[in-house]
């Protein structure tokens, strides 16, 4: 099986995305996200490895009406699989969680991740609560995936199957405070500085 290129994935996952809210996961994962363009409504994490769906998922329950996109890599989901539960039992409509796995810990070495070893990502989803947790193979399916982030019939699960690749790095604002008051900005206007 041929597997994805991680950035054209995330760059088609982006196309039009209007006032999508973007959580990126630590490491190559937010390193996708910047390299598909700046956007004041990112967050890219550049620590707390196994935070991003749990951040993603208090964005989309302060924002209901905006469609959130959580962008992370199987090691990070792998460390924080619990949140699968929380979210399944929460249900936001508005949340989407697309997980680029490549089957290793691609920060650390190349060590290979449970997904390598059989553990199934949208099973666990399915057990959580997802209701139509997908497996992402091919190019043509990620368009679809990306009209139904815009649809916000979920939460939404997708593990997306990407190669191992060293993809140069695309680094975003590394200034964490600066990241979430320009986002908070970017969400309430003037109202932010109240």
């Known amino acids: 099986m041929k597997r994805l290129d991680r950035r054209e994935v995330v760059r088609e996952l982006l ?22 363009g700046d956007c004041p409504l990112d967050f890219p994490l550049w620590g707390a490895m196994g935070a991003a769906s749990m951040i ?17 890599g199987d090691g990070e989901m792998l460390m924080g699989l619990s949140s699968l539960a929380t979210i399944g ?4 409509a508005n949340y989407s969680l697309v997980v680029l796995d490549n089957e290793q810990y691609a920060e650390t070495g190349g060590q290979p991740t449970h997904t390598a070893l059989g553990t199934d990502l949208p099973a666990a ?6 209701s139509n947790p997908r497996l992402v193979e091919r190019m043509e399916d990620v368009a679809e995936l990306r ?3 815009h649809r ?4 939404l699960f997708a593990s997306v199957k990407i190669a191992p ?8 604002p590394r200034d964490g405070a600066w990241l979430k008051h320009r986002m908070r900005a970017a969400l309430l206007g003037a109202a932010a500085f109240d």
């Open 15 to 36: 196309i039009d995305r209007g006032d999508l809210l973007v959580v990126a996961g630590l490491g190559a994962t937010a390193w996708d996200v910047a390299a598909a």
């Open 56 to 72: 993603g998922l208090g964005l989309a329950l302060a924002q209901p009406s905006r469609a959130v996109l959580v962008v992370t």
């Open 89 to 92: 039992v929460q249900r936001p």
């Open 125 to 130: 989803a399915r057990a959580c609560g997802f």
């Open 147 to 149: 009209t139904a982030i």
């Open 152 to 155: 916000r019939h979920g939460p």
């Open 165 to 172: 690749d060293g993809a140069v790095r695309v680094l975003p």
